[in-house]
Structure formats: C-alpha cells, structure tokens
C-alpha cells in the first residue's frame, strides 16, 4: 500500500494513506519531504510552503486559504486553514463528454414490477401516509395493526431479551449485563401476501403550523412517494383542516402524472364522524387493494428504468479516493445506458460549481443551477449560518477540514458526464442522465427527496457509518474503508476499502457495485438497512414555525 497520495497535479496537499509522524521523512515521485508535525491518515499535509492568505488547492480546485503561514510538510488542519470557494459565473463552454464503454452491459436486465406510466419498480410496496402530524397517532395505529397480522412485521430481537430481563428479576436476578451475543429472532408469522414487500407507514411532523410554502412542498413530496415506482397505491389519513390540503396533493399527483392511475385511498377525520369509522373505512379499502397489489409479478427491465440517488454521509477523508468516485463511474455507466442519476446535497457542492456549470447541457440547466445554488446560501446567511459551517466534528476529525474541500470529494459521486436536469425541491426526476437535485446534506432529508424524485435504488457512501435506509427505496451502504466494514459489519453492504490499498481500481468497483445493484433491484438479496427495517423520512423544511 502507498503512503501517499496526490488527487491532482494542481494541487499543492498530498493526502496520508497511514498515520504519518513529525520529523518522519517521506517520498513522493521525485520530492522527498520531512513532516514538520503529526499527519494521521486521511489528512493531508502541504507540498510547499503557503504564506498567509495563500489557496489550498485539492481536487485541482481551491478548498481553502491559509489563516496563518503554514510550513512546508506542516498539516493542514482548522487551525491553519479556512474554508474558501473559486466563484462561478455562466459559461459557453461546452464539453465534448466520452462516457466508459458499455457494450457488455448493453443486454443486461433487472427483474422489476412495470408500471402503467412507463416506470418499473425494485419493489412493490403500499403506502400509508398521513396529510398532516395530527393523524400520526391513527397512522400507527394501522401499522400495529396490518404489520402484525400480515406478517410484515419485524423480528421481536429486543422484545425477547426485554422478556428475558424481566424473567430474571423476577426469579430474584441482580446481573442484567449484556451477553454479548446476537439473538436469534423468534419466527414472524408467516407472510400473507406473498408478492408484496410490505406496507410502509410515513410518519412526520409537517402539515400545519409552518409556512405555506413548507406545506406545500410536503404534498408535492407525499405526491412524489405516491407516484414512485416502488409503490402500487396509497391510503392516506387527513385531519381536514391543516395546510396540506387533499386537493393539493391531487394537484401535485397529477403534475407527476396526468394520467395517473394507481389506487389512492383518501380519509378525511374531520368527515368521517368518528375515528373508529374512518380508520375501520381505511382497514377494509386498504385490504381490498392490497389483494389485487399481490397479483403483480417481477418482469425483465432494461437497466435503463434505473433512477440512483447518489448520497454520501458520515463522510472521511477517503470519501473522495474510493466509494465517491466509485459509485461516480457508475454514474457515468448508467448514463450512457439511458438511466438516470440524482446528485443532491447543494451544501456540499460549494467550490465545484464551475465544473458543474461548464458541464450542463443547456445554458437554461447551468442558469438554474447557479440559481438554486445562490438562493440557497442566501437562505442560509440568513439565519446567520452559511455553507462554510457544513463539516461536522466528525469529517473534521477524519480529514475533511472545509466545506469545499469536503464538495470537491463529495463532487465526485456524479461522474464525469454531462448535467442533463437541474430539480428544485420536491420536483420528480424524468430527464435521463445525471440530474442534480437542491436538498440539504443531511442525511434523512437527502434521501427521503432523492426518492420523492424517483430514485428506485439509493447508494449511500460512508467513512464513519450510518445506518439511515428509507421505507420504499433500497439504500445501499458502501464503506470508504475496510475497517469500517468490519467493525460495522451489519449495517455496510459493500467495501470500497480496496480501492484504498490498491487492490481494485475505481472502474473495477464501481462495475462490482453495479451488479450487486442489479442483484438488489432484482429482488435478489436486501440491503442491511431494509433488514434492519431503516425506514427513515424527514421532509426538508425550507421555512420556519408560525
């Protein structure tokens, strides 16, 4: 394994690859350079000496700016180094783009349920969601319910060890340690619909309350939910006096689809006259559907019905060396296949703009783009926060020390191809290609959008672990090293790690993640997260309580 690693000719930072030591003295090509501090792996240390003010430049981009003179050898760190970002401006630069050969790959199909409207999902879910927090009661009330007697729900683990623990005290225990070992769960009670994945019951705290236009954007996402291809229909419970209107979310419906047909299932509390009436309504319509949705079967599709949100969380300093560019070339395949990519959290694409502008297809894609990204960073000086403030302890500590230095690795999950839709917040992805998508970079507000939009597998990136999934959309975990793999066995899908040592190159894993995608997509294998029942959703609230 190499020690040290330079990402571009431009840059004027080599990264550590192991914990390096001051007064170590290291080589790299024909440069040989004597650390003038400690430099832990994942860091990076300076090539030459930078005065105060100078740019720290990685990626070939700049990440920063010296706050202090830093030493030849010297670590870079928050000490010395402050976030700064290249501006951008609107370009008529046009890229002549080779995308990767795909001719093996050209055949290949995943087994998925087609849909009316065209698109074909990797699962076949119903969805339960609420118009509204003040249903979420009842919304639970149906999960217990339906989960339970049809057998879709979750191995009892932490019930059984809970029903240990009160044996034991009960026969006069004191010890109630941990054992250590995994239990085993006690069988479910078998499954009745045999062709359905589940159903998956929404749960939030938006509605009422917030802006109208947070209300708003909450029927466009449940719309985007709705109309996924990962879902045959939906029940959906409304108080009738909030915000999120059923008339709204009609609207949105349609604006995703003219057409649409699938099953929608609409309980209005406030007109039903008793709970016990609405939800009993609900329960027999919701079963009634739910035999027909188990009649669907698994169908070849081109891999070109592939729509992949691209998210990165828990980020380190490998990110941007091994999974980010990894799942970047299979971006880049998929394009070229007629699929579709979605690269969102806009925070953390701060100081790669230019890129992005100059690799637009049309000047109105670029211009909305740089629109969206302006708007936003505005939002956020307002209330007196901004892009610079994005890395958590966490990146900082694993070797992402700016804002953009952490966009210019998190840059690279999007490929090299060219940027064919720009999408504001809740909007659905319909445009093939690499489509970018305005969210946040929180993790659960980023993939919940990601498959509001349409995405029907997620790749989820990670240095330091997360366990976040989604309730309709696979979310495959890859880690950006081989200890993470090991250590968090049971919430990591993929190791990226070898890209690290050496031991595979950026085009041989993202291939390999392409066809455990396919094995996913197919209904094949499930993700940890979907084994764990990770079925997080938060929608992004742009506005604030009123």
């Given at each position: ?40 792996a994942k860091h990076k240390f300076a090539t030459e000496n930078l005065s105060l003010g100078a740019g720290v430049v990685m990626y070939g981009v700049l990440v920063g700016k010296a706050r202090e003179p830093i030493a030849r050898g010297e670590a870079i760190t928050t000490r010395n180094t402050a976030h700064e970002a290249a501006p951008f401006r609107a370009s008529s630069h ?453």
């Open positions: 394994m190499n020690t040290l690693l330079q990402l571009d000719p431009r840059d004027n930072v080599l990264i550590a690859l192991r914990d390096l030591r001051r007064g170590e003295q290291v080589t790299f090509g024909d440069q040989q350079y004597v650390l003038a501090s400690d430099v832990s046009s890229q002549t783009w080779k995308g990767p050969n795909v001719e093996s790959w050209a055949g290949r199909t995943f087994l998925g349920y087609k849909r009316t409207d065209g698109q074909v999902g990797t699962r076949n879910y119903w969805l339960v969601v609420p118009l509204v927090f003040c249903e979420n009661r009842n919304i639970d009330v149906l999960k217990q319910a339906f989960e339970e007697e049809l057998g879709f729900a979750p191995p009892k683990i932490y019930r059984q060890q809970v029903a240990d623990l009160v044996r034991r005290y009960r026969a006069g225990e004191t010890n109630f340690t941990a054992s250590g070992r995994e239990t085993n769960a006690a069988p479910s009670r078998s499954r009745v619909f045999e062709n359905i994945d589940g159903i998956k019951f929404l749960m939030h705290q938006g509605g009422c309350g917030g802006t109208r236009e947070d209300s708003n954007n909450l029927c466009g996402l449940i719309a985007g939910y709705i109309h996924h291809p990962n879902v045959a229909g939906a029940t959906v419970l409304s108080l009738g006096c909030q915000h999120s209107q059923i008339g709204i979310l009609r609207e949105e419906v349609k604006k995703r689809d003219p057409s649409f047909n699938k099953p929608l299932l609409m309980f209005e509390q406030q007109q039903s006259g008793s709970e016990l009436k609405m939800l009993s309504d609900a329960i027999s319509a919701t079963f009634r559907h739910l035999v027909e949705t188990n009649k669907a079967r698994r169908e070849p599709a081109h891999l070109s019905h592939l729509c992949i949100g691209l998210k990165c969380g828990g980020s380190d300093g490998f990110s941007g060396i091994s999974a980010n560019p990894a799942i970047g070339h299979l971006s880049d395949m998929l394009a070229q296949l007629g699929g579709r990519t979605i690269l969102s959290e806009f925070p953390e694409l701060c100081g790669v703009e230019q890129e992005l502008i100059d690799r637009s297809v049309t000047p109105e894609v670029a211009d909305r783009f740089m629109q969206l990204m302006r708007d936003y960073a505005a939002r956020a000086k307002a209330v007196h926060s901004g892009f610079e403030m994005n890395p958590s302890p966490g990146n900082i500590r694993d070797g992402l020390i700016t804002d953009a230095m952490k966009s210019a690795g998190a840059a690279r999950k999007g490929g090299t191809s060219p940027v064919t839709a720009v999408l504001d917040y809740p909007e659905y992805s319909s445009v093939a290609g690499l489509n970018l998508q305005c969210t946040p970079g929180s993790d659960v507000e980023c993939v919940t959008a990601q498959v509001g939009a349409g995405a029907n597998v997620v790749l989820f990136t990670t240095g330091l672990g997360t366990p976040t999934g989604n309730p309709i959309t696979p979310v495959v975990k890859i880690s950006t090293n081989t200890n993470l793999a090991q250590r968090m066995h049971d919430i990591i899908d993929i190791d990226a790690g070898p890209v690290v040592t050496g031991e595979q190159t950026i085009e041989q894993m993202g291939e390999s993640i392409l066809e455990k995608v396919i094995r996913i997509a197919s209904g094949e294998t499930r993700t940890k997260a979907e084994a764990l029942a990770q079925d997080d959703f938060i929608p992004w609230k742009r506005g604030v309580s009123l």
